[in-house]
């Protein structure tokens, strides 16, 4: 099946509300769509939104190569190829993923309508649901409090609380909630390298008794050595977000003493669902469970996130709460959230339909 038309366009999104992080505060996304259509009328779906401070790759540079001569000679060849032109787009574009994912993602869809399957279908669907941790940015203990109790109305099991400014704070925060909510919540944590090893250390020290399920990136992408210090079975607890990106940094964090035991799997990091693919199986071959991530992303690529996850059998956390925070999307469905469990449905491709 042919493809005839390839549209690109980019969006602004406002946020439902801002949010801070270790090193940024965020109150709106800019978000890139492309659409892929087939001579049988079938419209494929993708989306860009990578994270500037990881990758170097703003939205509105995923925008431009959107709209390159490179993605319209994907006209005239057929979708059955999609794998080959994920291939040639890796070659054109091999810094900048957002662009990746965006094509990949369309590409993925497109091919599954075709074929009238879900994409966790085309590739083994090992994972029928998983609870999505909802994420609290870094604010003060009372509206750290307030909005677990608003996630709690919501049905959400899992917190995700961002970390890495001031580790008293930190500390304080997590422990109120446990003050509060009991065991009712599991506690992640994501400092986005905001921490030095010696705070780190005593951050998790200072848990005690009080534990969580794992800490996300506490340290700067290249201090990676330093966390060998901490013993191995604290080490399991920690997970790599900024420290991996693609293929090779997880060859390189996969080594037989890894100061990880959880990869962050992003999209917008590794360039779509083919680069996950490899980064998942390099994580099985060395005991690593998966983590799959996003930023603020839109309905289309967090539904594309949630099928290659649940395609993999070393998949063990999902937070991929990103098309919670905004404001408006350009689709709907993809997957339904029931008390905090995220499932897709089972319509071909990622299950997505356009808002007209």
């Known amino acids: 099946m042919k493809i005839i038309s390839i549209r690109s366009y980019l969006k602004n999104v406002p946020l439902k509300k801002p949010y801070t992080i270790a090193y940024n505060t965020y109150y709106d996304v800019s978000l890139a769509f492309l659409e892929v259509e087939l001579a049988n009328g079938i419209i494929g779906y993708g989306s860009g939104s990578p994270a500037e401070d990881v990758v170097g790759e703003t939205t509105q540079q995923t925008s431009i190569n959107l709209q390159t001569d490179f993605v319209q000679s994907f006209v005239g060849r057929d979708i059955r190829q999609f794998n080959e032109l994920i291939y040639e787009t890796t070659l054109q574009f091999p810094i900048f993923p957002g662009t990746i994912a965006a094509i990949d993602i369309a590409l993925h869809d497109a091919f599954g309508k075709y074929i009238q399957l879900p994409i966790a279908q085309f590739y083994g669907q090992k994972i029928k649901s998983l609870p999505t941790s909802i994420t609290i940015g870094i604010c003060d203990v009372q509206e750290t409090l307030a909005q677990a109790i608003e996630y709690k109305k919501l049905g959400f099991r899992i917190l995700k609380v961002k970390t890495g400014i001031n580790p008293a704070v930190d500390l304080e925060r997590i422990i109120k909630l446990y003050e509060m909510f009991g065991d009712y919540f599991i506690i992640r944590v994501d400092a986005n390298q905001g921490y030095t090893y010696d705070e780190l250390t005593w951050f998790m020290k200072s848990l005690?008794?009080?534990?969580?399920?794992?800490?996300?990136?506490?340290?700067?992408?290249?201090?990676?050595?330093?966390?060998?210090?901490?013993?191995?079975?604290?080490?399991?607890?920690?997970?790599?977000?900024?420290?991996?990106?693609?293929?090779?940094?997880?060859?390189?964090?996969?080594?037989?003493?890894?100061?990880?035991?959880?990869?962050?799997?992003?999209?917008?990091?590794?360039?779509?669902?083919?680069g996950a693919r490899e980064i998942a199986t390099i994580a099985q071959a060395s005991s690593i469970d998966l983590f799959w991530g996003c930023n603020d992303e839109s309905i289309i690529s967090i539904t594309a996130a949630l099928h290659v996850a649940y395609s993999c059998p070393n998949t063990k956390y999902i937070d991929l709460d990103g098309s919670f925070d905004l404001a408006e999307d350009i689709v709907t469905g993809g997957f339904e959230l029931v008390d905090g469990y995220m499932h897709i449905n089972n319509n071909p491709g990622f299950g997505i339909d356009i808002i007209k």
Do not use: Y
Not at 212 to 235: F, H, M, S, T
Not at 240 to 253: F, G, P, V
């Open 208 to 274: 005690h008794p009080h534990s969580v399920e794992l800490i996300e990136q506490p340290l700067k992408v290249g201090l990676e050595k330093e966390l060998l210090k901490i013993n191995q079975a604290d080490r399991r607890k920690l997970a790599a977000d900024e420290s991996l990106k693609n293929t090779r940094s997880a060859i390189t964090l996969a080594s037989e003493d890894s100061a990880f035991g959880i990869f962050n799997i992003k999209l917008m990091k590794c360039g779509g669902l083919v």
